[in-house]
């Protein structure tokens, strides 16, 4: 089982739509959870972070964590071409000297 | 505020050669985390350095290995470069371990 898990995708959504990413993770003692939005040829960019229970609202971008389900989410509403990319779910646990442990990757097409 | 830079952008090596990888934490920033991502792969923890020290390391053999700088600079040294290493390498600045990690645009390593 991998340690984080994502569907890969391509996840496809008309232009205005509501894109859902989900991420499942093994280590129950994850405690800090993000994701990252990568362009084709560039870096991760931090979009969220989630630490608690519960959603967390960040203009069209929300996140969602349960714990006892091991799962965290993102939705992206109103979603744009320009949200066309990889999202990469990123776990924690502390006492792993600060590794964050990365699924593959879902990739996201938004169509006009 | 000045963010994540690293140098250089791209890179051609000969196998068996070695090879230095430099990294500008943001302002403000004492800890540094190495990243190697391969094609279509989420990114994979190298090693993180907190305050000069190594603070954590994931799976790759001893010759990777790194430096931090008093100004939280740090370097990446891959020794007897094989094939396998070719991928985009990224360095990630945090505030302190286990806190939101901000990434540099990457090094892309080719390695013939």
């Known amino acids: 089982q991998k340690e984080v898990e994502q569907n890969s995708g391509p996840l496809s959504v008309p232009e205005g739509a509501i894109a859902s990413l989900n991420c499942t993770y093994s280590?129950?003692?994850?405690?800090?959870f993000f994701w990252y939005r990568q362009y084709s040829g560039k870096s991760p960019e931090l979009i969220m972070s989630?630490?608690?229970?519960g959603d967390k609202e960040d203009g069209r971008f929300t996140a969602q964590l349960n714990k006892a389900s091991q799962y965290v989410s993102l939705l992206i509403r109103d979603s744009q071409p320009s949200d066309s990319a990889t999202y990469l779910c990123?776990?924690?646990?502390?006492?792993?000297?600060?590794?964050?442990?990365f699924g593959q990757g879902t990739e996201l097409s938004v169509k006009p | 505020e000045t963010g994540v830079t690293q140098s250089p952008t791209h890179l051609i090596k000969t196998r068996g050669q070695q090879v230095t990888l430099r990294c500008s934490s943001q302002?403000?920033?004492?800890?540094v985390s190495w990243y190697q991502q391969a094609l279509g792969q989420g990114p994979q923890f190298i090693f993180q350095?907190?305050?000069?020290?190594?603070?954590g390391r994931g799976n790759f053999p001893p010759r990777f290995s790194g430096l931090q700088f008093p100004n939280y600079s740090s370097e990446l040294n891959v020794n007897a470069l094989e094939l396998d290493d070719s991928a985009l390498y990224l360095c990630?600045?945090?505030?302190?371990?286990?806190?939101?990690?901000?990434f540099g645009q990457g090094t892309r390593l080719t390695v013939v």
């Open positions: 990123a776990v924690n646990r502390l006492g792993q000297g600060g590794k964050l442990i």
């Open positions: 302002s403000g920033h004492n800890t």
């Open positions: 990630a600045s945090s505030l302190v371990p286990n806190t939101e990690a901000f």
């Open positions: 280590d129950r003692g994850s405690q800090s």
């Open positions: 989630i630490y608690s229970n």
């Open positions: 350095y907190y305050r000069e020290e190594e603070n």
